[in-house]
């Protein structure tokens, strides 16, 4: 290298040591290492909104289901009721058998509506009306259930019960069935029909637990109403009345008459239909009344 070289690179080298010595007494002007943001984590709108989700609808039901059907056993109510119903059905088809001499279920369920017009209110009274006696209902109205699986664990809870009274009678078709030639026609449409009749007396009974402060009170009121529905649609009750639309009317409405046209092995989607609306007619009821109940 030339001496003309090195005067030319000597400022240069001077203005870098300027530079580096600048730096070093001034630390802010050093160059400054930004930390990367941090991640961001991804955390579920219930923990954000500190909104914690209560179990499905269909858990909560089984829930209720099996804590009001375990209710039943766990008291004489559920043993006395299909103890009482198992000694009237063997005596409703051996009466039948052995004094007029005919292996026939058509008297069995032609009683059935009577037989579950007195076991069922004794398996309402108790739902709603114990609740609001024993100041267990607002402790049950805190839960995190809706209303409307209350009422239908409920009722699931009182037709499983009647159910289990229907299965007592199996052995009798069966007997029949060994002994002649049984239509299982009518045999099928007896049960069906036995089940949709027992879904609205058990929502109608509900209903007016859910209205009564006792149990004596919801009993009686079940008996009657159900009753009522039942019996307008009978013809004892019908020829005594001359208005032919009236009569037509009543008929119509009548728990009864439905159910013998199904227990005939008649299925019209009309008295299934018909079943089917009254259950949910009063089944919206008693949530009607419970949400009332639980506002006051």
């Given at each position: 290298?030339?001496?003309?070289?090195?005067?030319?690179?000597?400022?240069?080298?001077t203005e870098?040591?300027?530079?580096?010595?600048?730096?070093a007494?001034?630390?802010?002007?050093?160059?400054?290492?930004?930390?990367?943001?941090a991640?961001?984590?991804?955390?579920k709108?219930?923990?954000?909104s500190g909104h914690?989700?209560?179990?499905?609808?269909?858990?909560?039901?089984?829930v209720?289901?099996?804590?009001?059907?375990?209710?039943?056993?766990?008291?004489?109510?559920a043993?006395?009721i299909?103890g009482?119903?198992?000694?009237?059905?063997?005596?409703?088809f051996?009466d039948?058998f052995w004094?007029?001499?005919?292996?026939?279920?058509?008297?069995?369920?032609?009683?059935?509506?009577l037989?579950f017009?007195?076991?069922?209110?004794?398996l309402t009274?108790?739902?709603?009306?114990?609740?609001r006696?024993?100041?267990?209902?607002d402790?049950l109205?805190?839960l995190?259930?809706?209303l409307p699986?209350?009422?239908l664990?409920?009722?699931?809870?009182?037709?499983?019960?009647?159910?289990l009274a229907?299965v007592i009678?199996?052995p009798?078709?069966?007997m029949?069935?060994?002994?002649?030639?049984l239509?299982?026609g009518?045999?099928?449409g007896?049960y069906?029909a036995?089940?949709?009749?027992g879904s609205?007396?058990?929502?109608?009974?509900?209903?007016?637990s859910?209205?009564?402060?006792t149990?004596?009170?919801?009993?009686?009121?079940?008996f009657?109403?159900?009753?009522?529905?039942?019996f307008?649609?009978?013809?004892?009750?019908?020829?005594?009345?001359?208005?032919?639309?009236?009569?037509?009317?009543?008929?119509r409405?009548?728990?009864?008459s439905?159910?013998?046209?199904?227990a005939?092995?008649?299925?019209?989607?009309?008295d299934?239909l018909?079943?089917?609306?009254?259950?949910?007619?009063?089944?919206?009821?008693?949530?009607?009344?419970l949400?009332?109940?639980?506002?006051?």
């Open positions: 290298m030339t001496e003309k070289d090195s005067q030319i690179n000597a400022p240069e080298e870098e040591a300027g530079v580096v010595a600048q730096e007494a001034d630390p802010d002007a050093t160059m400054k290492i930004e930390p990367k943001p991640r961001k984590v991804k955390t709108k219930a923990e954000v914690h989700p209560g179990p499905s609808a269909w858990r909560s039901f089984v209720v289901w099996k804590k009001e059907s375990a209710g039943f056993f766990y008291s004489p109510v043993y006395i299909l009482g119903f198992a000694l009237l059905v063997a005596w409703l051996f039948q004094l007029r001499n005919e292996a026939s279920v058509r008297p069995l369920f032609a009683s059935m509506p037989l017009l007195m076991i069922t209110p004794l009274m108790r739902s709603w009306a114990e609740e006696s024993t100041g267990t209902a402790q109205f805190s995190p259930v809706s699986i209350l009422a664990g409920k009722a699931a809870a009182c037709l499983s019960v009647l159910l229907l009678t199996l009798y078709p069966i029949a069935e060994s002994m002649g030639n239509d299982w009518p045999v099928l007896g069906i036995a089940i949709l009749l609205a007396y058990v929502s109608i009974g509900l209903f007016l859910a209205m009564t402060r149990q004596i009170e919801a009993a009686f009121l079940t009657f109403v159900a009753g009522l529905l039942y307008i649609g009978e013809p004892f009750f019908l020829d005594r009345m001359e208005n032919p639309q009236l009569v037509l009317m009543l008929t409405m009548g728990l009864g439905r159910f013998s046209s199904i005939r092995g008649v299925l019209d989607l009309r299934l018909y079943y089917v609306s009254i259950t949910a007619f009063f089944v919206m009821l008693n949530v009607a009344v949400r009332h109940r639980k506002w006051l």
